[in-house]
C-alpha cells in the first residue's frame, strides 16, 4: 500500500519549532528548531528516546502546550507562528486533530457506538447522523458487531481499534498517535499500523506515531529521529504489511 | 448530544443506588427532625384547638394553665360568666401524672372538666368509640395514644376510672395523651392529700390550741373540714358571644378581677414561643449540623468520583469538550445523588414517622423546602468536584 504523497499542501509542516520549559538558569529545551513535513496520507513514525522531546512534540501538536517559536502548519492552515494564530484551541483539537493514545481511554460508560459518535456529537452534528458517521467507521474497522458492546467487554486490539475509530469520527487532518501499539502482542500490533496505513490513504490523513515499538519500526517509510530536542529524518524500511 | 452524567449514572447504577440510599437516610432523619418540630407546634396548637375556648383564665402574674402553674377558685367561673361578652365559661384542671391499668402505666395529662353540659369548653371534642362521660364520678374519656381500651378500669391516684369513650388528638403541648375526667374527680385527684397525710394534718389541727379552744364550739370540724375539701381549678376557659373581641373581654377580667387572662393569640405565643422554644432551637442545631455533614457527603462523594475519572476528564477535553459540559456532567450527578437521597429519604421517614412514640408531622411544604435544600446543598458541593475536573491539563491524556 502506498500513500499518495503530496507536498505542496503537506498535512503537517513544523519550521524551526522549539519549546523551552521554566526561565534563567533552570530553563530546559525541550525542542530545539525543530522541522517536519508529513504529507496526507503518509504515515510516520516519530521515534527518540525517554526524554528527548517526543511527547512535547505531541503537545505541541496537539495544542494543549504553547510552544516558544517557530511555526505550525495542519492541513494547510498555520495554526502557530510565534504565536497562536488559531483563537479556539478547543474547536481545533475537536475538528482538526484526531488522537490515539497508548491504552485507547475510552469513556467507559459510553457504549462503543457513543465513544466514536460523541465527537461529532460536540462538534454539533445530529446524534443520528453521527452515530450512522460511528457504524460507518466501526464497520470499516472491523469492529462493526461490538457496536452496543461497552469498553470493558472488548479485546485490547478492539478497544484500539475503536479509538482509532474515534479519531477520524471528525474527518480529520491530522492523527497524533502517542505509542498506539505498546499494550499490544507482535500480530495486533501490525494489524493496528496496517489499520492506520488503510485509514490514512483512505482519508487523506497525515499521521504521525510515537513509537518505542521495535515490531513496528521497520514498518515506517520515513522515520523521525527525536534526540535532545532536536529532529533526524531518515528513510525507513517501510516493509509492506 | 447525549447525557454524559446520565450515561454514566446508568453505567453505575449499582453504585448511585448504593450512595443515594445512604445520603437518603440521612435526609430522611433530617426530615424527620423538621416534623419532629412540627408535630411539636401541631400538637401545642392542637392543645389550643381542643379546649374549644377564646379566652384562658388564670392566676395573677402566671403564664397557666400550660406553661406555668395556677390555681384559682372555682367560683370565680360564676363572675366570670357575668362579665360583657362572655358567652361559656367552665372550670378545668390539668395535672400531668402516671395514670395505672392493670397491664401497664402510662405518662397522660389528666384533665378535669364540667360534666353534663354540652359543647362547653374544656370538654373531649368528639369520640371515636364509645360515649361521652355521663356520671358525675369515676368514668374516663382517654385518647387512643393512651392504649386503654374501652371498658377498662384505670387508676388515678385513690379511684378506678371506667374508660367508656375514646378520643384522638387529644395532646399535651409535650405530646402525652389526653384523660378526661369529671372536674370534682380531678379536683381530688389533683389537691387532696391521701388519707395517712388527712389524718395525720387533723391530729396537728387538733393539737393546735389556737384551732382547738374549747370556748369555740364546732370551730375545730370547720377548719378539718376545709382542710380535706379543695375548691381549686388550674383554669377558667371561656367562649366569647359573637362580635366581642377577645383583647375586649380580656382586659376587665384583668383589671377587675383580679385575675391573668390570655387570648389565642397570646396562649399561642407562650406555647409555641416560649414552651418549645428550647426544643425547636435544639432541633434547628441538629437540622444545621445535619444539612452540614450531608453537603460534606455529598461533595466527598462526588469529589471522589471525579477524581476517579482524571483521565477520562482529560480525554474529553483533549477531544474538545468544552468546560461547562464536564461540568454540567458532574453537577447533573451531583444533583442526581441528590434526588436519589430525598426520594429514599422521604420514603424512610413516611415510614418510619409513624412509629415515634411523640407525633411527627411530615408537612408537604417542608418536603418541598427540603428538596430545594437537598438540590442547592449538592450543586453547592459539586463545585469541589468542579473545580477539581476544570484542573485537569488535557495534555495528562498524552504519555511522557
Known amino acids: ?241 | 448530544m447525549i447525557s454524559l452524567a446520565g450515561r454514566d449514572i446508568l453505567h453505575s447504577w449499582g453504585k448511585f443506588v448504593l450512595t443515594g440510599v445512604g445520603l437518603g437516610l440521612l435526609i430522611g432523619v433530617t426530615l424527620t427532625m423538621a416534623g419532629v418540630y412540627r408535630g411539636m407546634v401541631d400538637d401545642a396548637r392542637m392543645l389550643l384547638n381542643n379546649s374549644r375556648a377564646d379566652l384562658w383564665v388564670v392566676q395573677q402574674d402566671t403564664q397557666g394553665p400550660y406553661a406555668e402553674a395556677s390555681g384559682i377558685r372555682d367560683d370565680v367561673v360564676r363572675s366570670i360568666l357575668g362579665m360583657p361578652g362572655v358567652a361559656r365559661a367552665a372550670n378545668v384542671t390539668y395535672l400531668t401524672m402516671q395514670v395505672r391499668s392493670a397491664a401497664t402505666d402510662v405518662r397522660a395529662m389528666v384533665v378535669g372538666f364540667e360534666v353534663g353540659q354540652p359543647g362547653l369548653p374544656g370538654a373531649p371534642g368528639y369520640l371515636v368509640a364509645g360515649r361521652h362521660i355521663t356520671r358525675s364520678h369515676y368514668e374516663a374519656v382517654a385518647d387512643v395514644k393512651t392504649g386503654f381500651l374501652l371498658g377498662e378500669r384505670v387508676r388515678i391516684r385513690r379511684h378506678d376510672y371506667t374508660v367508656v369513650g375514646l378520643t384522638r388528638r387529644m395532646v399535651s403541648s409535650g405530646g402525652d395523651p389526653m384523660v378526661f375526667i369529671p372536674l370534682k374527680d380531678a379536683q381530688e385527684a389533683q389537691f387532696l392529700k391521701d388519707n395517712d397525710a388527712i389524718l395525720n394534718e387533723r391530729a396537728r389541727t387538733a393539737a393546735n390550741p389556737s384551732l382547738n379552744r374549747p370556748g369555740v364550739p364546732g370551730l375545730l370540724q370547720a377548719i378539718q373540714a376545709s382542710q380535706a375539701s379543695n375548691h381549686n381549678v388550674n383554669a377558667v376557659l371561656v367562649q366569647l358571644k359573637p362580635g366581642f373581641e377577645a383583647e375586649a373581654v380580656a382586659e376587665p377580667i384583668r383589671r377587675w378581677k383580679h385575675l391573668e387572662a390570655f387570648t389565642r393569640v397570646q396562649m399561642e405565643e407562650i406555647l409555641v414561643a416560649k414552651l418549645i422554644a428550647t426544643s425547636a432551637r435544639q432541633i434547628a442545631m441538629f437540622l444545621v449540623i445535619l444539612a452540614i455533614v450531608s453537603a460534606a457527603i455529598v461533595a466527598f462523594i462526588i469529589y471522589t468520583m471525579t477524581l476517579g475519572k482524571i483521565r477520562e476528564i482529560a480525554v474529553l477535553k483533549l477531544i474538545g469538550t468544552r468546560n461547562r459540559t464536564i461540568a454540567g456532567m458532574i453537577l447533573q450527578q451531583a444533583l442526581g445523588l441528590g434526588l436519589i437521597g430525598f426520594i429514599v429519604g422521604k420514603v424512610a421517614a413516611t415510614f418510619w414517622a409513624p412509629i415515634f412514640p411523640k407525633y411527627v408531622l411530615l408537612e408537604p411544604g417542608d418536603a418541598v423546602r427540603g428538596l430545594v435544600a437537598v438540590m442547592v446543598i449538592c450543586a453547592l458541593a459539586s463545585t469541589l468536584a468542579i473545580r477539581a475536573a476544570l484542573k485537569v491539563d488535557p495534555a495528562a491524556a498524552i504519555g511522557g
Not at chain 1, 123 to 140: C, D, I, S, T, V
Not at chain 1, 183 to 201: C, F, G, H, K
Open chain 1, 1 to 241: 500500500m502506498t500513500a499518495r504523497l503530496d507536498m505542496t499542501e503537506p498535512g503537517i509542516r513544523i519550521e524551526g519549532l522549539s519549546k523551552r520549559y521554566g526561565e534563567g538558569s533552570t530553563a530546559v529545551d525541550a525542542l530545539k528548531d525543530v522541522n517536519m513535513v508529513v504529507a496526507p496520507g503518509e504515515v510516520v513514525g516519530l521515534i527518540g528516546p525517554s526524554g528527548s522531546g517526543k511527547s512535547t512534540l505531541l503537545k505541541c501538536l496537539g495544542a494543549v502546550i504553547e510552544p516558544t517559536a517557530g511555526r505550525m502548519v495542519l492541513g494547510g492552515e498555520t495554526i502557530y507562528d510565534n504565536g497562536w494564530r488559531i483563537t479556539d484551541l478547543r474547536a481545533l483539537r475537536r475538528d482538526r486533530i484526531g488522537f490515539v493514545f497508548q491504552a485507547p481511554y475510552l469513556i467507559p460508560f459510553l457504549d462503543v457506538t457513543d465513544n466514536v459518535a460523541l465527537l461529532p456529537m460536540l462538534a454539533g452534528r445530529p446524534n443520528a447522523e453521527a452515530r450512522a458517521r460511528a457504524l460507518e467507521l466501526l464497520n470499516a474497522l472491523d469492529v462493526g458487531h461490538r457496536a452496543r458492546a461497552q469498553p470493558a467487554e472488548l479485546s485490547g486490539g478492539e478497544q484500539q481499534r475503536v479509538s482509532i475509530a474515534r479519531a477520524l469520527a471528525n474527518r480529520p487532518p491530522v492523527i497524533l498517535a502517542d505509542e498506539p501499539t505498546a499494550p499490544l502482542d507482535s500480530e495486533r500490533a501490525l494489524a493496528v499500523v496496517r489499520i492506520l496505513n488503510q485509514m490514512a490513504v483512505q482519508h487523506h490523513t497525515a499521521i504521525i506515531v510515537v513509537t518505542h515499538d521495535e515490531k513496528i519500526i521497520p514498518t515506517f517509510k520515513r522515520i523521525y529521529h527525536i534526540r535532545d530536542g532536536r529532529t533526524e529524518e531518515e528513510a525507513g524500511q517501510g516493509l509492506t504489511l
